[in-house]
């Protein structure tokens, strides 16, 4: 057998350490002749598996290896690196279960917690205040952003009992979107969603329109503009 041969031979059977199995794996990548050699190791020996029935190793394995090892150190340098291959052996298997032993300990007493996601900071409040024609009378509109809260004051407005009016925002694109219909005389509060939250912001543009009693029709066109404003930041 020539060493091209034993190479591939040992490097079939998982023999090889350090730098020996670096230098096989590289001529398996880059040595055809070699790889089919290799090859032809993995087949012949393939079968012997199978002969070979399951044992399980005795409980003094490892005292009596140690004890041979103790009686032949001084034989020659072969045994000195089998003992040295056994002892780096023995230490990798220990710190691998001092590992496990302490990832487990972990869980244990310091579960994973999903990390609680932090809210947005609230952005300042908003206010306007929109003259109603030639009146005098003003709306007075406050946009509360830590808790999504719209005020509207429609103190001195009068109900004609043919109309409502409504209050709308011009978002940068898109249609006007209903911020609801003003209560006259009152201050009606208004919780608002996520999306129609996100269109009110300093500058953004307010329209109130006069439409039917209850409000624009769902599917319609709003009416007529009465009055509009601007948001300003606070």
């Not at 490097?11 to 730098?19: I, K, N, T």
């Not at 794996?25 to 020996?45: C, L």
């Not at 009016?165 to 608002?192: D, I, N």
Request: aromatic residues 6%.
């Amino acid at each position: 057998m020539t060493e091209h041969d034993h190479l591939a031979a040992e490097y079939a059977l998982g023999l090889l350490e350090g730098e020996e199995l670096l230098r096989a794996r590289g001529m398996e990548a880059r040595d055809a002749d070699f790889a089919a050699t290799v090859a032809k190791w993995q087949a012949h020996f393939a079968p012997l598996l199978d002969e070979v029935p399951a044992q399980e190793p005795r409980t003094d394995l490892w005292q009596s290896i140690e004890a041979e090892l103790d009686r032949s150190s001084e034989t020659g340098g072969n045994v000195v690196a089998f003992e040295n291959r056994l002892r780096r052996w023995k230490w990798a298997t220990g710190l691998s279960s001092a590992v496990a032993a302490c990832l487990l300990l972990m869980l244990t007493f310091f579960p994973y917690q999903t990390p609680t996601p932090v809210a947005p900071e609230a952005g300042p409040p908003l206010a306007a205040s929109i003259p109603v024609g030639e009146t005098g009378l003003r709306l007075e509109v406050t946009y509360l952003d830590d808790r999504h809260e719209l005020l509207v004051s429609a103190a001195g407005l009068t109900a004609d009992g043919v109309h409502d009016h409504e209050l709308w925002v011009v978002p940068e694109e898109g249609a006007p979107q209903s911020l609801g219909v003003v209560a006259p005389g009152k201050v009606r509060k208004t919780s608002l969603d996520d999306a129609l939250a996100a269109q009110l912001r300093d500058g953004a543009e307010l329209v109130l329109t006069r439409e039917p009693l209850g409000g624009a029709p769902k599917d319609g066109e709003a009416g007529p503009v009465v009055a509009q404003g601007t948001f300003t930041a606070l």
